[in-house]
């Protein structure tokens, strides 16, 4: 294991860059620390506590917009995204939340050295896999409402349920590729960890790099790919393809409208249309402010490593890396409940859901044969 300064700055880094998309991390701050770490009682409160909780509330929240958007007339290309979108969210959240509460809640630091590997694999490098996907599908979804209402003929030919399906399944390829490295190059070893509130001992493990791998090298390579592919180019696209779609949008609408002025099912089906763009543009918009601000953090951490230059303490870039860390999971629910208010189609199919789907039909006029049935998201609508 390389034990030098510079493995052990390193290694700091990684542990920073854990927390910039996980809560916690389990790796030491120090490669070589076998006593137990001074848990701080916020992180005991956030990770053990409100994590677990807003995991459950997310779980519950994204399977009932599952099932609403599966259970639509119309199942296409942007339901498709909608519902990758949410399972990428839950599973961010749900795979590291057992571990935190276990780890902090029942105040166990340290795991069994047999189950250090899996839990690395569930609590560290999953969730960061999935909320890679989950950024570049909502960069995805904009690039769609962005053709629909730009040009329509082009997402007419490329915005297709099967070619959705063949982007989804390749972001979570390179999603999958970007970030895996980091299991490869971790090499896990056997010591006793030494609990002094319990004033007991147990054979945990710690980790370190590979003997052949430069740690300075890799994680100058790595963090270039993460601050600019993960953090930056999605936000950047994001605010340049919301700005084209708010500028387009109402010129569409016009002359779909004077179109169809004659058809009320038509016209519903516009405003419907008209709506959900709304709704994917208030989406990227708010994974644009939760997301911006943690690249941001993320550069202040490296930049001592690349520059020399510390704008702030470490205590201070944790702090503010809880609090951003804070924001991104409390946005995750809000997806719901932007369905619910942006959405007519969403909340008819929710009260089909819920109470009955014959009764919701005949209340809401043979729903699913009138107005709804245009409410597919595709180029003749908006």
């Known amino acids: 294991m390389k034990h030098n300064a510079e493995a052990n700055q390193t290694a700091q880094l990684l542990d920073m860059i854990n927390k910039t998309m996980n809560l916690s991390s389990n790796f030491s701050t120090e490669i070589g620390l076998h006593v137990l770490p001074n848990v701080k009682g916020y992180l005991v409160i956030v990770n053990g506590y409100v994590v677990p909780i807003l995991a459950i509330v997310v779980l519950i929240a994204n399977v009932i917009v599952i099932l609403v958007l599966r259970r639509q007339q119309t199942y296409g290309a942007s339901q498709a995204g909608l519902v990758s979108v949410a399972i990428s969210d839950t599973l961010t959240l749900l795979l590291p939340a057992p571990f935190y509460f276990y780890q902090y809640a029942l105040h166990h630091y340290y795991v069994d050295y047999v189950l250090c590997e899996p839990v690395d694999w569930i609590s560290i490098y999953l969730p960061t896999i999935t909320h890679t996907a989950s950024i570049w599908l909502t960069v995805l979804l904009t690039a769609q409402r962005y053709l629909y209402v730009c040009h329509p003929f082009v997402a007419r030919e490329l915005c297709t349920l099967r070619n959705t399906t063949i982007s989804i399944t390749l972001t979570y390829v390179i999603a999958c590729l970007t970030h895996l490295v980091r299991a490869f190059v971790i090499d896990y070893y056997q010591f006793d960890y030494f609990d002094p509130t319990r004033n007991t001992s147990a054979t945990t493990c710690d980790r370190g790099y590979k003997e052949w791998l430069d740690p300075d090298t890799y994680m100058g390579v790595y963090m270039m790919i993460r601050i600019v592919l993960i953090q930056f180019v999605p ?46 543009v208030f989406m990227a918009a708010v994974t644009l402010l939760v997301e911006l601000p943690s690249g941001i953090i993320l550069s202040f951490y490296v930049s001592p490593y690349i520059t020399t230059v510390q704008v702030f303490d470490v205590n201070t870039l944790n702090s503010m890396q809880i609090i951003a860390n804070l924001v991104i999971i409390f946005s995750y629910p809000m997806n719901f409940f932007i369905y619910c208010s942006m959405s007519a189609e969403f909340k008819q199919t929710l009260y089909a859901l819920c109470f009955g789907c014959c009764n919701s039909r005949k209340k809401n006029g043979n729903f699913g044969n009138n107005s709804t049935h245009h409410y597919e998201l595709t180029a003749n609508n908006i």
């Open 235 to 280: 936000c950047i696209v994001l605010i340049v393809l919301n700005v084209r779609i708010v500028h387009g949008l109402q010129d569409v609408v016009n002359k779909k409208m004077r179109l169809h002025n004659k058809s009320e099912s038509s016209i519903s089906a516009v405003k419907e249309n008209t709506r959900v763009t709304i709704m994917i």
